[in-house]
């Protein structure tokens, strides 16, 4: 899952009471109103310059930005975590390592002079987790954001010690023990060496903690929850955590859309047990070959029948067991070197899957390949039986009309159409499944 996404939102916990503009100003900020929510912390500092909670919720606005800007936060908020950290870089800007220096000195100074100052202490654990996202999701310095969770639950313990109804407090340790607690076993033991908490079970009930009893923080923590049980499929949970966020933050289109994909169908395609094969008919003897599949997934709703997704094929992977041929087809019509990957993206889906048995169905989307794009529709027949999914099929690629070159010369002559035959396999989800 991608849940660094959120983890700006560590800064949050205001404490026993919550002031009107610094309310106003998170309120703007889980609505994804950037400009807003920095008017509301500049008047909060103005009026109150010497709390250190003041520009580290400024910093926070400045994170998120970035992230809406590398639309991170429009990634897909229930997929698995494997490829997160793939994503590009970008730059927080000057302005918010300057807030966080400027809050961290305010919080050393009111230590200094009432060492048990929770409100000092918690803007420290905000600082750490905004410091967290910006190495792990802006930079990718995965290692150095762990150290920083790492210190940021040590300050959250030191807290929680001092005034353990602090419920703000724990979303802290929950996020620690939930999101490491899911790595692999021997991951675990290696981030336990650096003193990470890593307990899974204890995450989550740290995390309903603040659910529970957090202030300006328990909306972060829903969300936690939410991601939590579409993983654990309980989808009657997740749907009325987000409609609850949806109704309260209506500004920010995320929660919507997450609600809307737990309606939605879905299917991944196993890479493994596909198969691509082509067909291209030549003077004398005819072409077969095949194409490897790199990744598959779509997505769909049963009613409007729109479409999401892609499937991605090396452009290089064609073989049909001549060398020669194959570095032709590759170099000279499927210019893979400049074009490497041919992408199917589906529009719409005719007609619907059974939840069991078979149907057919047409997917309508479009085929780019070799610097094109163009209009492709793939009729199906699909046979699920539980989770598992078949799908076969055939269509004619008319590449030579497309623009791609004709290998075609003096000695062979070549079919303008090459014939893709499908075999698909896979796992599908119907709607109350939330997601493969």
């Not at 309120?27 to 920095?38: E, G, I, T, V």
Request: proline share 5%; aromatic share 8%.
């Amino acid at each position: 899952m991608r849940w660094l996404v959120w983890v700006a939102m560590l800064g949050i916990g205001l404490g026993a009471q919550v002031p009107n503009a610094m309310e106003s100003g998170y309120r703007h900020l889980y609505n994804l109103q950037f400009p807003a929510a920095h008017a509301d912390f500049q008047a909060w500092m103005v009026a109150h310059p010497d709390d250190p909670l003041g520009p580290a919720s400024d910093a926070a606005v400045y994170l998120f930005a970035e992230l809406n800007r590398l639309q991170v936060l429009q990634a897909q908020f229930f997929s698995r975590d494997a490829t997160f950290f793939s994503g590009r870089e970008g730059v927080t800007g000057p302005a918010f390592t300057a807030e966080l220096a400027r809050s961290e000195a305010l919080a050393a100074a009111a230590l200094t002079r009432t060492p048990d100052d929770t409100n000092a202490l918690y803007s420290q654990v905000l600082c750490h987790g905004l410091r967290a996202d910006d190495l792990a999701i802006v930079h990718k310095h995965v290692l150095a954001a762990v150290r920083e969770m790492n210190r940021g639950r040590a300050e959250a313990d030191h807290l929680l010690q001092l005034d353990p109804g602090y419920a703000d407090a724990y979303l802290a340790l929950g996020i620690e023990n939930y999101v490491l607690g899911q790595r692999a076993a021997p991951v675990r033991w290696m981030l336990r060496l650096t003193g990470a908490a890593t307990d899974k079970a204890a995450g989550l009930d740290q995390l309903r903690e603040t659910a529970a009893h957090g202030r300006t923080l328990q909306p972060f923590a829903q969300i936690l929850l939410a991601i939590a049980a579409v993983q654990a499929n309980q989808f009657s949970a997740a749907r009325d955590l987000l409609r609850q966020l949806t109704s309260n933050f209506p500004a920010n289109p995320l929660f919507a859309q997450e609600l809307a994909r737990l309606g939605t169908a879905g299917a991944t395609l196993d890479v493994a047990a596909s198969q691509i094969q082509f067909t291209l008919g030549a003077f004398l003897h005819t072409v077969h070959g095949t194409f490897s599949l790199h990744s598959g997934s779509l997505r769909w709703d049963p009613e409007s029948g729109v479409a999401t997704g892609a499937v991605l094929i090396p452009a290089a992977s064609g073989n049909s067991g001549n060398a020669d041929r194959d570095r032709d087809m590759r170099d000279k019509v499927l210019r893979a070197g400049e074009y490497p990957d041919i992408i199917f993206t589906p529009a719409r889906l005719s007609g619907t899957p059974a939840a069991a048995g078979v149907s057919h169905v047409t997917l309508h989307g479009s085929l780019q390949m070799a610097g094109t794009v163009h209009p492709l529709d793939l009729p199906l027949s699909v046979t699920v039986s539980g989770r598992a999914f078949t799908a076969e099929g055939g269509v004619d690629i008319p590449y030579v009309a497309w623009g791609l070159k004709n290998p075609s010369n003096l000695l062979l002559r070549v079919d303008k159409t090459v014939h893709l035959t499908l075999r698909l396999r896979g796992t599908i989800s119907l709607p109350d499944g939330g997601g493969p």
